[in-house]
């Protein structure tokens, strides 16, 4: 069983929800991102996101493709990511652990090659935010070879035959994107993820993860009440630019946050 159906089936049987932080790798500079993954983890994260920084991330907003300029002018490649989440693993052999960007890495250091290597540093899921479902047999018959899960998109836009054609390839979890728009844009409508959520699991079995848009306690809260996981990003993201240079303070800011927010999703 793999590492994050095993996670969903727990916190399931204990009435919870997934928590699923993500930070982008090597923001604000390399050392910062292993210490701050086991600092979410001790605060109450179930799986990490872990962003691989890209020059083009076009789905993101302002507040990660700053945080993707900061790792990359480490010069932070996804060989460098991989190599984090191995040193990651020397201490959480448990943690959940999905690679989250864009083809253009993985298309460079090779599909099999990149598979390969992702299962061995301890990598459970990938997702590409830039590769349809409709392109994405070569990659996922290398994930699939390797036990890795796909992880997809989708939106609201999203009608029923394009639900039914990602579920059928997706695995591990679904992850709902509640806004239209980039990263850290727009307001949640509770109601709205509700009526699309019932929507979706008409199409899967799968947990279905919802991000964009969830800043604080009460809004992972509240989304928690109709998901299955909370996914937040910008609101992370953003305190690691506030503290940037104070790593003391990063993963201590990071961790009161997800603090909060997984006691309001769990009083929920």
Do not use: W
């Not at 104070?246 to 961790?255: G, K, P, Y």
Request: aromatic letters at 4%; hydrophobic letters at 45%; proline letters at 5%.
């Amino acid at each position: 069983m793999s590492r994050i159906r095993n996670c969903f089936d727990k916190l399931k049987s204990g009435n919870r929800k997934a928590l699923i932080p993500y930070v982008t790798a090597g923001d604000p500079d390399p050392t910062v991102t292993v210490p701050l993954m086991h600092a979410m983890v001790n605060a109450g994260a179930d799986i990490i996101e872990l962003g691989v920084p890209f020059s083009d991330p076009m789905a993101d907003g302002p507040v990660i493709q700053r945080a993707a300029e900061r790792a990359l002018e480490h010069h932070v490649s996804l060989r460098d990511v991989l190599a984090m989440v191995t040193e990651f693993r020397q201490q959480d052999s448990h943690t959940p652990v999905v690679l989250m960007g864009y083809l253009n890495p993985v298309e460079v250091m090779g599909y099999t090659v990149f598979a390969e290597a992702a299962a061995q540093a301890g990598v459970d899921g990938v997702l590409t935010v830039d590769l349809p479902p409709e392109e994405a047999e070569t990659l996922l018959a290398a994930l699939q070879s390797q036990q890795l899960d796909p992880i997809f998109l989708l939106a609201p836009t999203s009608d029923d035959e394009r639900i039914k054609l990602i579920c059928e390839v997706a695995s591990g979890y679904v992850y709902y994107v509640a806004v239209k728009g980039v990263t850290g844009a727009g307001n949640l409508d509770v109601q709205a993820v509700a009526d699309k959520l019932e929507q979706i699991r008409k199409h899967t079995d799968l947990p279905v993860g919802v991000g964009f848009g969830i800043k604080d306690a009460k809004s992972a809260a509240a989304v928690a009440v109709v998901a299955d996981a909370v996914v937040v990003g910008s609101a992370l993201v953003q305190k690691v630019e506030q503290a940037a240079g104070q790593h003391d303070r990063i993963n201590a800011e990071i961790s009161g946050l997800l603090a909060k927010m997984r006691s309001g999703m769990d009083a929920k």
